[in-house]
Every structure is written in structure tokens, then in C-alpha cells.
């Protein structure tokens, strides 16, 4: 391809520069997610139409508005009462047994009473949590982490399946609404189908024991603010999920959805039956590796983080 002429330049930066065919351009390479975004936004203006799942996802996120506000050490009765006015409205549409029975649930409906014994002049005690895991144990599980690119030809039970998923809520989500939605596929043809989707699947060998396609239920943001939360939430359990595999023996290779098309949208949908409500953040495939890997060298702590002191008031940026 020839390079631009200095005549194609002359007409073409000043067409770049304005600000209606920006706005066209921008439109166009991100209508995959201004889509996402207004889908939601459509949803959230037929509220009481949505089904449990939905208010699940919101009376977590103002359950968890009343629980900071019981944690502050200037509480005084009234605060927090629009918080707690849509909790007890988001937990009367929840009816099932399944979500009743439901851990974060019941945590939720804790805290309402919480809310409501405080406003009554009935004190509560919380405790800080402490771990038994030593910080040299942790950042060995860190440090020694690979992705794996060939697997040993035994299959992966479902009970170190659950335990690997198990731990995709335990990371800090926004307002607490943990949103991840993971579909797994342990069938052979399956799993070649779904990497074929994904760009940089590439090297891998003729096995593939698993694939997790981790998702976001876009229903409990609210769109366009808030249109960075999704991946960051979910990106949060991801990296439980890869690390507690690790400790299991299992290597999980993460795979960019990032420059998916909306043909491959709809495929990965078809083959793993997410529903539309459902972003895909990310996908990963998984097994016992059948391989060694190098460690990648990171680059230094010098060049990562700025600590501003007392005796230091001014950052010390390396340069760039």
C-alpha cells in the first residue's frame, strides 16, 4: 500500500479534525458498545418488569450503601435513607427459594436489619477479618502463575471445576453487585469451536480440556457512567479464579475478546447460551499442564510506583 500523498493529507487531516466526522468515526468503531450501553439503559427505564436477577443485582449494591454507612464512625439516624428504601423494595421482589436461600441474600436482608436496630438505638459489634495465609505463600502463588499453551490429556473434574469459579465473588466488585457470569464448556468440539473465536488462540496443542467464558450481567450498572465497571468487576474475580487454579494444579490461559466482531458475538452466544443481558469481558481455557514455561521478566518497582511522603511532597516520576 503506497503511502499517503502530501495532497491526500491536505484534504483528509482537516476532515479528521472536525468534530461532527470525530463523532462518526468514534460511533462507528464503538457502536459494539454504545449498543451494550443503551440496551441497558432501555432495561433500567422498565424496572418493574425485570425478573429477580435483576433485583438481586440491586438490593446487593444498596445493601452494601447501608453496610458503609453503619461502618462510619459518625452514623446518626436518617442517613442512609434512600439506600434502605431501595433495599427493602429490591428484596420484596425477590420470592424464589433459590435466592432467598442465596448467601449474599441473606446478607443483604441482615443488613437491612441492621439498618433498622441501629435506627432504633440497638448497637452492633463487627470484627476485623484476619487470614492464617502468610504474604510469602501468596505472592508464591503469584510469582509462580504461567499460562499454558499444552495440556496433559486428562480431563478436569467438575468438583476442581466449582472450586476454581467458586472464588470469582470473594474479589471487591462495585457496590458489592457481583455481576460474573461464567459459562464453562468441558466438550472437545465445543471448546475448538470457542477458541476459534478468539483472536491469539493460535499454538495451542490438539487437547484442550476446558473453556470459560466470563461474562458481566450489565443489568445492575447504570449506563453510560458507568460503562468501565463491568470489566472491571469481573477482571477482579478473574484474577481469584487463576490463582486458586494454580493452586490446584490447573493453568488458566486468558484470551482477549477485545477485537471480537459482532458475527463472533453471536457465535460464542449461540455455542455457550449466553443471553443477551450478558457481556463477555473475557475468555480462558484451562487444563493440567503438559509443559514447562519461562518466567517473564516484570519491570522494576522504581518505574511502577511514586510514594509521596510527608518528607516528600513532590512525585519523583521516572522519566519516559
Known amino acids: ?148 499453551r499444552r495440556f496433559k490429556k486428562h480431563p478436569v473434574d467438575d468438583s476442581t471445576i466449582r472450586k476454581i469459579v467458586d472464588v470469582i465473588n470473594w474479589s471487591p466488585t462495585s457496590c458489592h453487585r457481583q455481576t460474573a457470569k461464567v459459562y464453562i464448556s468441558n466438550d472437545p468440539d465445543r471448546v475448538r469451536k470457542c477458541m476459534d473465536l478468539c483472536a491469539g488462540s ?34 477482579l474475580g478473574i484474577q481469584n479464579c487463576t490463582l486458586v487454579a494454580h493452586t490446584l494444579g490447573i493453568s488458566l490461559t486468558l484470551m482477549s475478546w477485545a477485537q471480537s466482531t459482532e458475527k463472533e458475538d453471536r457465535r460464542m452466544r449461540k455455542l455457550l447460551r449466553i443471553p443477551a443481558d450478558d457481556a463477555i469481558i473475557v475468555n480462558a481455557v484451562g487444563g493440567y499442564p503438559a509443559c514447562e514455561a519461562d518466567i517473564p521478566a516484570r519491570k522494576s518497582l522504581t518505574s511502577t510506583m511514586t510514594l509521596i511522603s510527608e518528607k516528600n511532597h513532590l512525585p519523583n516520576p521516572v522519566n519516559r
Not at 443485582?57 to 428504601?85: F, T, V
Not at 433495599?87 to 436461600?101: C, T, V
Not at 480440556?209 to 458481566?216: E, G, H, K, Q, T
Request: with cysteine; hydrophobic share 35%.
Open 1 to 148: 500500500m503506497k503511502p499517503p500523498t502530501g495532497r491526500f493529507r491536505k484534504w483528509v487531516r482537516p476532515l479528521l479534525a472536525h468534530p461532527v466526522i470525530r463523532f462518526l468515526l468514534v460511533h462507528y468503531y464503538y457502536r459494539d458498545v454504545i449498543r451494550s450501553s443503551e440496551r441497558v439503559f432501555q432495561l433500567r427505564r422498565k424496572l418493574e418488569q425485570q425478573g429477580e436477577s435483576f433485583w438481586a443485582n440491586d438490593l446487593r449494591k444498596h445493601a452494601h450503601i447501608l453496610d458503609k454507612g453503619l461502618q462510619r464512625c459518625d452514623w446518626e439516624p436518617g442517613h442512609s435513607a434512600a439506600a434502605y428504601d431501595a433495599a427493602r423494595h429490591a428484596m420484596s421482589k425477590i420470592h424464589s427459594e433459590d435466592l432467598l436461600g442465596d448467601a449474599s441474600i441473606q446478607w443483604a436482608g441482615k443488613k437491612i436489619q441492621e439498618y433498622e436496630g441501629r435506627r432504633a438505638c440497638h448497637p452492633t459489634r463487627t470484627t476485623f477479618a484476619r487470614t492464617s495465609c502468610s504474604y510469602e505463600d501468596l505472592v508464591d502463588v503469584m510469582k509462580t502463575r504461567r499460562s499454558i
Open 202 to 235: 493460535s499454538g495451542f496443542g490438539d487437547y484442550i480440556p476446558l473453556f470459560f467464558c466470563f461474562c458481566s450481567d450489565m443489568r445492575a450498572y447504570q449506563m453510560p457512567v458507568e460503562l468501565s465497571l463491568p470489566f472491571i468487576d469481573v477482571s
